[in-house]
């Protein structure tokens, strides 16, 4: 049986070239491509189709790159399993320079109904952490914001508990509640923050100028515990 990977980045906007890599190594057909973190992204602009031909397809992706992977694994019945590094379980809204806000994704050409953050939030930290920010907007979140993740076949769940960017491990827990009985694995490190590193990758450094939590210690922790849950699913 043969697995195509379709790898998405985050909001660095920088593919994870070294995690493709790592996958290659192991046998698996990846394709990590570079898009355009803004507003209003077509889910149908991931290259799926490229990977059609394999047996069964995964989409791995990390924060931004998790939301569209879970919503991918949701909406697209090509999708047979998701990883999602730094989860979200809802869809978010995106800030224009006008002041308003779009939801992050569209499918079928319609936005998706979103999040919105909420504008009068302030960070009190130097460099800023946003988990109070997402904490904070999810008190007026519509119910049709929710990602729809009982449809997904399988998922694993990879959160730091020390995460400062958003509240991963609140996320995967609540993700892992509203599958109920369905194949659902997560893999947290306490100490770990948004970023796993796994056996063989490099912390990464790209990306805006924010908290991200962790230590390196613990991130690679994380990624050490991830990366034989990782093999197993690709491999199921």
Do not use: C
Not at 2 to 13: A, M, N, Q
Not at 72 to 96: C, I, K, M, T
């Amino acid at each position: 049986m043969s697995t195509g990977v379709l790898l998405l980045h985050g909001s660095s906007g920088t593919p994870d070239l070294d995690r493709a890599r790592l996958l290659e190594a192991e046998g698996y057909d990846v394709l990590a491509p570079r898009w355009n973190v803004t507003h209003e992204v077509p889910l149908e602009s991931f290259p799926l189709a490229e990977l059609a031909h394999h047996d069964r397809l995964v989409v791995m992706g990390s924060s931004w790159g998790a939301e569209a992977a879970l919503l991918l694994g949701a909406l697209d019945e090509r999708v047979d399993a998701v990883v999602a590094f730094a989860p979200s379980a809802y869809v978010w809204g995106r800030n224009l320079e006008d002041g308003s806000q779009r939801s992050a994704w569209t499918w079928q050409g319609e936005p998706l109904p979103f999040v919105p953050l909420d504008l009068d939030w302030k960070s009190e930290d130097d460099p800023p952490s946003y988990t109070g920010l997402y904490r904070q907007s999810l008190r007026r979140a519509p119910e049709q914001a929710r990602i729809p993740v009982e449809r997904i076949n399988q998922v694993l769940l990879i959160a730091g508990g020390d995460d400062k960017v958003w509240p991963a491990v609140e996320f995967a827990e609540e993700i892992a509640r509203r599958r109920a009985e369905q194949t659902t694995r997560i893999v947290m490190v306490p100490d770990a923050g948004h970023r796993a590193v796994l056996p063989g990758e490099e912390p990464k450094t790209a990306g805006q100028r924010m908290a991200r939590g962790g230590t390196e210690a613990a991130d690679r922790e994380l990624g050490a515990r991830a990366w034989p849950e990782i093999l197993e699913l690709l491999g199921a």
